[in-house]
């Protein structure tokens, strides 16, 4: 099964771009990257997700790299509201799995 | 529009017992999957459901299951409770299936096993 490595934690100034890094070296061509975070004591919320190319909506980017072993989530100006836990996950297309990575927890200083 | 609703939101059980958790998705949505949340396994799948189908279920014991009504709520039940089923349970919904498609997590059933 496809499994994907994150760090456990990171660190941000407000106002500067973060970027957080997964890898997923046994990604199969029918797996979607997708990214979600969950602040505590709350379910986790869609950030963005993309399978091939790379992906922007409102709230995030998502660069993918060329072979597809591994992506970054960046955000453009981290707030303090941005402090949680990212989670990296592969979605099979052909519906057959889904695999969580460990998560990272991003502080944000103030 | 309202967001997935689990109820309850927090459970007492004891061990050998059976448990009920509800998911109501977001209208429209016809996909309902569950997750079990541990501080030690951290997110894991359970299963998904698409038009009253199990479509992926994940590494769980029998005694995890599952089903999807006509009107796409959810429920999961655990029969036979164990101590480590203690959980945070989370159902999501989406419009479709797989990974085509985002997922709206509801805020969760926390479930003690005593």
């Known amino acids: 099964d496809a499994k994907t490595t994150q760090p456990n934690s990171m660190e941000s100034n407000e106002e500067e771009p973060v970027h957080l890094p997964c890898n997923h070296s046994?990604?199969?061509?029918?797996?979607?990257i997708h990214w979600y975070r969950q602040l505590p004591s709350q379910g986790p919320e869609y950030v963005i997700h993309g399978l091939t190319s790379n992906v922007n909506n409102r709230m995030a980017s998502l660069a993918i790299a060329e072979d597809r072993k591994s992506s970054t989530l960046i955000l453009h100006r981290a707030t303090l509201r941005d402090a949680a836990v990212y989670y990296c996950?592969?979605?099979?297309?052909?519906?057959?799995?889904?695999?969580f990575g460990p998560g990272t927890s991003l502080s944000v200083i103030p | 529009k309202a967001g997935v609703t689990q109820t309850p939101r927090y459970l007492i059980k004891t061990r050998g017992q059976q448990v009920t958790l509800s998911c109501s998705p977001i209208s429209g949505h016809r996909s309902v999957s569950w997750y079990q949340q541990t501080p030690g396994q951290g997110l894991q799948f359970l299963f998904e459901y698409f038009s009253e189908t199990q479509r992926n279920k994940g590494n769980f014991p029998g005694r995890f299951s599952g089903r999807q009504f006509s009107n796409s709520r959810s429920e999961m039940n655990v029969s036979t409770l164990e101590l480590g089923d203690s959980a945070l349970y989370l159902c999501?919904?989406?419009?479709?299936?797989?990974?085509?498609?985002?997922?709206?997590f509801g805020q969760g059933t926390r479930l003690t096993v005593v």
């Open positions: 046994t990604i199969s061509g029918t797996d979607y």
């Open positions: 996950i592969l979605r099979d297309g052909s519906y057959d799995k889904v695999i």
């Open positions: 999501a919904s989406s419009l479709g299936y797989g990974g085509e498609t985002e997922a709206f």
